[in-house]
């Protein structure tokens, strides 16, 4: 029944996302214009090279973004875990930063197809995951694990910033353009290669859902179930790279999506299972970012995806540490 | 009923081998090793596990009883030597067929949101299931009855964080009696627990061993409860060999004061309990009604009274109460004080 009605909501803001904005169009329009009639027009072409692809993208990266952050929370056991307070994010960035800014040694093909940008995003996330998986050994306790990560963040950004002394004003300024972050940089030819790299992570998230579950007991546990450890981790950490990595390559770095939403789809479902919760999350966080977009895109306030972001996410986190005491 | 027959394997549980056991350990050395140094804590054990017998492992803080679960169970390698589990070599299994054998109760505290008992328990069946996942009507058939053995049927659906120590325990304890395994293997399972949930505890592994013919490792403290309970004892020592064997054979041969050697306690072998090695100069005879006397003894054992036959100092027990020096006594308290007294007096 939730599922319906949560279904049903992400259609509902869906349509909405695509509705609403500096210019309204309506519903009959959005229908003919899906069912191949009237494609000449201005409407017709905002929703669909613009409109259309942007409100993809929010679907795409909240449902990335919110199963990342729960695997991330399950196999750290740790509910303040996400990709970007871990600094994945920032590694994804750090691989963005060294393509646009060594491009000129890089075939130019490669790096226009999008492919350059999502293969070296997903690389630097899987690499900063690596590290703090390699951490999470030493550190026992939750809160230093975060900031382990936030120092990985950190120094991730600092290579940024080191990187834009030695390259010319061009990169810097597109690197620039990236860091603003935003759901409408996803064209249409950079969506064939978003689509199939957040599948194929989504894919695999849904494929470890048992073992995920045997996660939930702890190592030494989830090994007396049978689950192999080693490879159960690598996995989560190749899944987690794809979707925080992919969706960072185009988007640019977003908070607070992958923290916040395990915990709403949990209160919601009143489960741990993840054969439930990653269905759940998939569509909260999905509906999650198609508001977050709607706001955005109210005239006269055209808002940044993260402050709207973080005027929901940041009240989450608190609300956790405090049910935590 | 259909499902205890599934529980019951039909004794012996590996007749067709020729071996009693289901689990044999042949020249085992436990240990660590760090950057090249092997540290071995035990070697040469040769140790056997029956089904159906519930074994304690006792022993000193750091004599190696952790080391040696975890080796058994697989999740450390052992220095050298061999552990067969149903005549298969532990270390050549995968993870998966691992699990088919041993199921394990671990100290760890198990914290998951929104988790019922029904659902911790359904984790068991991790090893049986596919890879989705699916509780099946057998499945379900069989955490029930797992459930129903610890005589949690009252909690089943309820969240695990509301449960007291004791019922954790016994929830995690189904969770391996779900994973259907011959062997279970529990780490400290009464550390945390009040007394009436320690020797609950207990007596549900003894009777479980019993019922479902399942082999049941435990490590312990408890000594008493141990000495009780166990079919078998595992002693650990910190630097002499493991000895096993049936606790009362233990207790005559002397292998428990060996192993707890102090100089400020004995191992009363009368009652199977620590009795602490006060300093004792004088000298009392103490006689008279038998039900009231161990307490007597224990008090005056405390306040440093040796009793010796026909001292000159003797003390009655009577019904109520006691006479020292032709004076009736009716409580402990008075009668230390008259004691004394009298020691003072002399």
Known sequence: MLFLALSFLTVGLFLADLAWGSIHISLREIVTVFFGKGTDGINSEILLNFRLPKAITAMLAGASLSVAGLMMQTLFRNSLADPYILGV????????????????????????????????????????????????????????????????????????????????????????????????????????????????????????????????????????????????????????????????????????????IPHIARGLFKTSGHKILLPAVVLCGASLLLVCDIITQIPTYTLPINTVNALFGAPIIIWIILKKR | MRLFLKFKRPTPWVSTKGNMSILTTQNLSIGYSKKGKTDVVKSGLNLQLQPGELVCLIGPNGSGKSTLMRTLAGLQKPVSGQTMIDGKEISTLKQREKALLISLVLTERVDIENATVYNLVSLGRHPHSNWWGNITDDEDLIIREAIGMVHMEHKMHHNINELSDGERQRAMIAKALAQDTPIIMLDEPTAHLDLPNRVEIMLLLHRLARDTQKAILLSTHELDLALQAAHRIWLFSSNLDVECGVPEDLVFNGSFNRVFESKSFVFNAANGNFSMNYPMTKKVWVYGDKTRMYWTLRALARAGYMVVQDATTQILVTENGWTLNEKDIHTVEELLQELNQHFLDV
């Open chain 1, 89 to 260: 994010s920032s590694g994804a960035s750090l691989g963005v930063a060294l393509v646009m800014m060594a491009a000129s040694i890089l075939p130019v093909a490669f790096v226009s197809s999008g492919w350059a940008l999502i293969v070296a995003a997903i690389i630097g996330a899987s690499v900063v995951l690596v590290l703090v998986v390699g951490v999470s050994f030493k550190v026992h306790n939750a809160i230093s694990l975060l900031i382990v990560g936030l120092m990985f963040g950190t120094i991730a950004g600092s290579l940024v910033s080191v990187l834009q002394n030695f390259s010319n004003p061009d990169a810097i300024k597109l690197f620039v353009m990236w860091t603003f972050g935003s759901l409408s940089a996803v064209t249409w030819s950079y969506m064939q290669v978003l689509l199939p790299v957040v599948l194929v992570g989504l894919g695999m998230a849904f494929f470890l859902q048992k073992r995920l579950d045997g996660l939930l007991l702890g190592e030494n546990y989830a090994r007396g179930l049978g689950v192999s450890i080693v490879r159960t981790r690598l996995l989560i950490v190749v899944a987690t790279g794809l979707l925080a990595g992919g969706i960072t390559a185009f988007t640019g770095p977003i908070a607070f999506v992958g923290i916040a």
